[in-house]
């Protein structure tokens, strides 16, 4: 596969005409964007934000669905409606009934930990036709996290408005945000409650972040251990985001032991250099309670990696407004953490504006 493709993988999808017999949808057709199982019938993914998109000249659009999820529908890059999902769902949508191609967008909002989803098929209708694929962004984006990064309970009033199923909205997170704004692709490869090597309140211990990282879909493995391995030539980002630690370092102790943390930090860096050749990486912190730990502990790492000569990387201590779900960060403050790391990732993609 060319490494440099778009951060989707094009597919062959079987397309259910209601009614009629299957129809094969070309393979140049769709554009997928984070880590997908690309599979003979169907596909299928746990990641928060992960999407399909493709053009089409059409006046409705079904997709078959199948899995526990919230999505948010998209024309031409403006949102139109939220759907929910619970078993397997076939969900249509009205579109604009005119002879011109338009882009349509599904976004995964809501977070599978554990779990997955599956689309069995999209249907244009008996006179919809699929147009040209939508084009490649030049700029890629990695983004590894925890609930933060996935906008847990993003849309809730308070600590306990609701559920994380419900209040959970990844388009509102900083990294889709960042994402959209730079017009760049990217891959949202973050997990609520997981650390680096150490859960919060040390739940499922054995799958970490760190386990995680190596799988397809982050949200199967601790049901099914066997799942897919992620190929790492499928995407290539030009930088990553690293905000982790969250979960090392707070809550109820014992925290995760700080050699160990640092260990596993910098064996991720060196390993994602050596699978991303010229990668920069933007390195993120915040505060943690009851002790403040992880700020100091991701400096350091970064002045340690500064003081070996690397040049690829940047430091970030970030503050956020933690009043939406559970003490996570609101809408307001996941603008606000977009805007704040906007300028370092552009800085390190060579993407500012003169």
């Given at each position: ?18 009614g ?7 393979k140049?057709s769709?554009a ?7 599979q003979?019938?169907?596909l ?6 992960v ?15 199948e899995?526990e ?8 890059g ?16 009205s579109t ?8 349509y967008?599904?976004?995964k ?13 999209i249907d ?6 699929f147009a ?19 906008g ?18 990844a ?5 889709f ?9 990217y ?18 211990p054995?799958?970490?972040?760190e ?15 066997n ?5 790492f030539d ?9 905000f ?8 109820e ?7 160990k ?11 994602l250099?050596a699978?991303?050749p010229g990668?920069?990486?933007?390195l ?7 002790n ?13 990696q ?11 201590f970030?503050y956020?407004?933690?009043t939406?779900l559970h003490g996570h960060?609101?809408?307001?403050s996941?603008?606000?953490?977009a805007?704040?790391?906007?300028p370092l990732v ?6 500012l504006?003169?």
């Open positions: 596969m060319n490494t440099n493709m778009f951060l989707s993988v094009a597919f062959v999808l079987a397309a259910t005409v209601y009629g017999a299957s129809m094969p949808i070309d140049e769709l997928l964007n984070g880590r997908w199982s690309v003979d019938t169907c299928c993914a746990s990641a928060p934000a999407s399909v998109a493709f053009k089409a000249v059409t006046g409705e659009v079904t997709f078959d669905i899995g999820a919230r999505f948010l529908f998209e024309i031409d403006k949102p139109q409606k939220y759907v929910t999902v619970t078993d397997r769902k076939k969900q249509k949508f604009p009934k005119d002879s011109k191609p338009h882009t967008r599904l976004v909002v809501s977070e599978s930990n554990p779990g997955k989803f599956c689309i069995h098929g244009l209708g008996k006179k919809g036709s040209e694929k939508p084009k490649a962004s030049s700029r890629r984006i990695e983004f590894i996290g925890d609930s933060f990064t996935v847990y309970g993003v849309e809730g009033k308070g600590p306990e408005d609701g559920t994380p199923f419900e209040k959970t909205n388009s509102k997170s900083y990294a945000i960042l994402s959209e704004s730079l017009r760049a692709d891959h949202v490869n973050a997990v609520s409650g997981r650390g680096l090597v150490r859960n919060y309140a040390n739940i499922v054995e799958w970490t972040l386990t995680l990282y190596d799988y397809t879909m982050m949200g199967v493995p601790e049901q099914d251990a799942t897919e391995r992620w190929d499928r995407f290539h980002p030009q930088v990553v985001v690293v982790v630690g969250i979960n090392d370092f707070q809550g102790p014992p925290y995760a032991d700080v050699g943390f640092k260990q596993a930090y910098v064996k991720l860096l060196d390993r250099r699978l991303h990668v920069k990486f933007l993120v912190a915040t505060k943690t309670w009851p403040d730990d992880l700020g100091g502990v991701v400096e350091g790492i970064y002045n340690d500064v003081a070996a000569g690397k040049t690829d990387i940047l430091y970030k970030v956020t407004e933690n939406a960060p609101s809408e307001n996941q603008k606000e953490l805007n704040t790391l906007r552009a800085r390190l993609g060579g993407w504006s003169r």
